[in-house]
């Protein structure tokens, strides 16, 4: 019996449908060629800053350690080493360059699993005014040091987020995010559950967007401290007159 | 069997050695076209497999699918659904899939595979 | 096999073979079907490691932050890459000062009054930033009515995020200025910071530049353009070129203790 296969027909037609595949290939790949796609460039030119960053802060690091102690050098010669050297450490605590150990709270933050299908899945992500709040609420709960993800929050420190990356002190930061505190333990459980804005997400928002969240009160935790540069561009000291 | 492959590669051969392209804007077209075309094709086999295979009939689909494609392309063009290239997608996707499982069955058997 | 064989007519050897046939072909049968129930079972599993192990790697190809990265829009990574860069800009002035000093104060030349006196001034700019000194320069005045009362502490932890993006150096509140430690409390209409409660009216001081302070505040869908539905809310923002910001006592450790 023939081979039912062989019909002249289909044969060309294959053969025509192969021609129009390897042309649709051709004009995907001129138009490739011709325009490299943009997002992973920017995708790359992210990487490569952020590893700039990374080095230039370590350098910046040592750098303060090198400065430190030629001045103390200096101090000393001079003197004056006690009382300048414990003025800077006051400085330096208050601007939240130096690491911080002791009780405190530990706050986690994670996205919902269980979309349910057609309601909005932002409902169910973590957002940066989410951390701001239960930032926010850490403090007024007398907390003396936060830091979300490792990066210290301090009187510069901006919260936000651009598209789905929340980004802290300008770095960028995943989920789950892990928010820090230094201060009483119990003080800063009831202020962030209590909070108006941040307790919603450990109650409400929990059980109904299922969020992976949590407070939970520490007899040690770490804080760490900011590597971020300082650098007073407009503001200066103003004259005793001014106040 | 090997005759279509053959004529496959031979296609796709002739097209990447020729070079040729669409402009950007039709490639939407091309591409809808494709899977009407392939959806042509596994139902030709499917059907030279299953002996209802008629040259005319299969001509005429292929044609008829192809213009139905772009037809669906264009009109979604035109009226601001831009996905309504979907739906042919879709539907000739399920058909190729179809077809396919249909072919392998067939193909098994007279192999007497089982 | 002939099946209108009456059993009468010498049916028994029929029926007998029909018997044995039936039965090897029931074994046979049962036979192919263990070998297919074999195959079956191997080609299951297969097929479901494969799809485990496919799952396992979308899964983690989704998960790490670099990945994400892919998945942002161009106009985010590029707000990412503004940032950095600013940050970067930052990073590499104060490395080169670091580094001059550093350099002049190794060279015996350098007199260590010299030393000390760039230290000072960085001191002096430390303390700037941390709050512990009056701060002035220019920046803007953010005036904020609320006489029904509405606004929320959150309002103002927006507000202030906002200002920091736009590069605030140095923020005030109803004149008490805000450090690392500052949150924003009360409610029921009360926003209290700092132990200092207010209500109906905040006057909201930041330096830095105004252009971007006052750019960040009133970004089509921003903060100024949210505080400003509710009802009986006004802002109003002043660019000046002097702004004067109070200084702070510096915070003590008391539960933390520094990580050396």
């Not at chain 1, 530990?106 to 992500?125: A, E, H, K, Q």
């Not at chain 3, 009362?149 to 202030?160: E, Y």
Request: charged share 20%; hydrophobic share 45%; with cysteine.
């Amino acid at each position: 019996m023939k081979n039912p296969l062989r019909q002249p027909a289909l044969v060309v037609v294959i053969g025509i449908l192969g021609f129009m595949l390897a042309m649709a290939f051709n004009t995907t790949t001129r138009l490739q060629g011709a325009q490299p796609e943009r997002a992973s460039d920017l995708a790359s030119v992210v990487q490569d800053m952020e590893a700039q960053r990374d080095s230039l802060e370590i350098r910046l690091a040592g750098l303060r350690d090198e400065v430190t102690a030629l001045e103390e050098i200096a101090a000393t010669e001079q003197g004056i080493r006690d009382s300048f050297t414990q003025q800077i450490e006051v400085a330096r605590l208050a601007a939240g360059l130096t690491g911080v150990k002791g009780p405190g709270v530990s706050v986690v933050l994670g996205d919902g699993s269980d979309v349910i299908p057609g309601t909005d899945p932002n409902l169910y992500l973590i957002h940066d005014s989410d951390i701001a709040a239960v930032v926010n609420a850490l403090f007024v709960g007398g907390a003396e040091a936060v830091d979300v993800n490792g990066e210290r929050v301090v009187a510069t420190t901006p919260i936000r987020c651009a598209g789905s990356t929340v980004l802290v002190n300008a770095r960028r930061l995943g989920g789950p995010y892990t928010v820090n505190a230094v201060g009483d333990s119990d003080a800063l459980y009831e202020s962030v559950v209590d909070d108006p804005a941040a307790g919603l997400l450990f109650e409400a928002y929990r059980t109904q967007f299922g969020l992976d969240v949590s407070v939970t009160r520490l007899d040690e935790v770490e804080v760490s401290a900011y590597r971020g540069s300082f650098r007073p561009t407009y503001a200066v000291q103003a004259e005793e007159e001014d106040v | 069997m090997g005759v279509l492959v053959l004529a496959l590669a031979l296609g796709v051969t002739l097209g990447l050695l020729t070079d040729i392209g669409v402009p950007p804007e039709m490639l939407t077209y091309v591409g809808v076209a494709v899977l009407a075309a392939l959806d042509s094709c596994t139902g030709g086999v499917r059907a030279s497999l299953e002996e209802t295979f008629t040259d005319k009939a299969f001509v005429f689909g292929f044609l008829t699918n192809m213009l139905m494609a772009g037809f669906i392309v264009f009109v979604g063009d035109r009226i601001g659904v831009s996905e309504l290239y979907l739906a042919a997608v879709v539907a000739f996707g399920v058909r190729v899939f179809d077809n396919l499982g249909v072919v392998r069955a067939l193909l098994f058997k007279r192999r007497g595979w089982e | 096999m002939p099946q209108e064989v009456n059993e009468e007519h010498g049916g028994t050897l029929l029926h007998l073979r029909e018997e044995s046939m039936r039965a090897l072909h029931a074994s046979e049968r049962v036979v192919g079907r263990s070998f297919h129930d074999a195959r079956l079972t191997a080609s299951l599993v297969i097929g479901l490691l494969l799809v485990g192990f496919l799952l396992v790697a979308q899964w983690r190809g989704n998960d790490t932050v670099t990945q994400s990265l892919e998945g942002q829009s161009d106009q985010d990574l590029a707000i990412i890459i503004q940032e950095i860069t600013v940050e970067n800009v930052s990073l590499r002035d104060e490395v080169m000062r670091l580094q001059a000093r550093v350099l002049d104060a190794e060279r015996d030349t350098a007199s260590r009054t010299e030393v000390l006196n760039e230290a000072t001034r960085e001191l002096n700019a430390l303390r700037l930033i941390a709050g512990l000194e009056v701060a002035t320069g220019p920046g803007i005045i953010v005036e904020i009515g609320d006489p029904d009362r509405v606004l929320l502490p959150q309002d103002f932890v927006a507000l202030i995020h906002e200002l920091r993006t736009g590069g605030a150096e140095a923020i005030a509140v109803n004149g008490v200025r805000l450090d690392a430690r500052s949150g924003f409390g009360g409610g029921n209409g009360r926003v209290s910071v700092e132990g200092r409660s207010f209500s109906k009216v905040y006057e909201v001081e930041a330096i830095g530049l105004p252009s971007d302070l006052e750019q960040a505040l009133t970004l089509p869908g921003g903060i100024r353009t949210t505080l400003t539905t509710f009802p009986g809310v006004t802002v109003e923002i002043k660019v000046s070129d002097s702004v004067t910001v109070p200084a702070k006592e510096a915070p003590v450790l008391v539960y933390g203790e520094a990580i050396q």
